[in-house]
């Protein structure tokens, strides 16, 4: 069994961001990060080996950026100490393809898929999951990293796991996430149709491409947001009790049926009950036909 250590790091930087030159750099210099290994490491050895690398870069960049005083140190410290999971890919890679169609494969090619950011390396890895290790029980950690994307390669992803997965907390985890997904599909859809949305539209132009904007612009959000509600439903039905976090899947669809049921764009909103300043109770449904604004706030 692989352990390894999952280190989410979000470096907040002032101002935008250096030019990937060094990014490029250190994938051309990946050979300096690969000192040998010892010859009798076993494959899941050799690959906790190269991830424990991995980790103890990432704690050294946090550790120096974190002790840098200005805005320049900190620069200086992204261009030099960041190292970009690509680095390690060849690497990780390497072990996947000389252990083809095992385990050890399966979680080489999941980290490369969670912690990679280039296109074509996770386009690899994936294509080579799905082929080789679809009944993996890691699928279940890749329909968790798909949910709310809107991109049609996820959603056909996500659909093949569904179908051909033969554990029951993997075709869970898939059911929710394609909920997920088509949820988010309908409320972009609707975004991108409602009032500004023309203003919304070009903006995503800018980030997605004309090819994803233009299908969610002709898609039916109704049908998508029915298409998700069975699937929640699904989950409620038969995989309620699996973990998803802090709260069961169960827990959380019914969250999000609540949400596409009575929250969605378009839908009226659920009656609300309380008191004004002076004490008086009032409904929301009181003021129906007024344009009402709602200031939800807390105090803790």
Request: glycine share 6%; aromatic share 6%.
């Amino acid at each position: 069994m692989i352990v390894h250590s999952t280190l989410l790091l979000f470096a907040l930087i002032p101002g935008p961001l250096p030019e990937p030159t060094l990014y490029s750099n250190h994938l051309e210099g990946s050979a300096s990060l690969a000192p040998a290994l010892d010859d009798d490491l076993d494959p899941e050895e050799e690959l906790e080996a190269i991830i424990a690398e991995f980790d103890a870069a990432q704690l050294e960049f946090r550790k120096a950026y974190r002790e840098a005083s200005t805005n320049e140190e900190r620069r200086v410290v992204v261009e030099e100490k960041r190292i970009p999971a690509e680095a390690f890919a060849d690497r990780v890679t390497a072990v996947a393809e000389r252990n083809a169609g095992e385990p050890v494969a399966a979680e080489a090619l999941m980290w490369i898929a969670e912690r990679c950011r280039d296109t074509e390396v996770v386009a690899e890895a994936m294509k080579t999951l799905l082929a080789d290790h679809l009944e993996s029980e890691v699928m279940g950690r890749l329909a968790q990293s798909l949910a709310r994307g809107v991109n049609a390669d996820n959603q056909r992803t996500l659909e093949l796991i569904l179908e051909k997965s033969p554990h029951e907390d993997v075709r869970g985890h898939a059911c929710y996430a394609l909920a997920s997904h088509l949820m988010a599909q309908a409320e972009k859809a609707h975004s991108f149709k409602g009032s500004g949305g023309e203003a919304l539209v070009e903006r995503y132009r800018g980030y997605w491409g004309d090819e994803l904007v233009d299908r969610l612009l002709d898609a039916d959000a109704e049908a998508l947001e029915d298409r998700s509600a069975s699937l929640f439903e699904r989950v409620l039905a038969e995989h309620a009790d699996l973990s998803g976090g802090r709260r069961t899947l169960g827990e959380r669809a019914e969250g999000d049926l609540f949400e596409l049921r009575n929250l969605a764009i378009g839908k009226t909103a659920p009656d609300i009950e309380g008191e004004d300043l002076d004490g008086v109770m009032f409904k929301l449904s009181d003021y129906r036909g007024k344009v009402v604004v709602l200031d939800f706030w807390g105090d803790w």
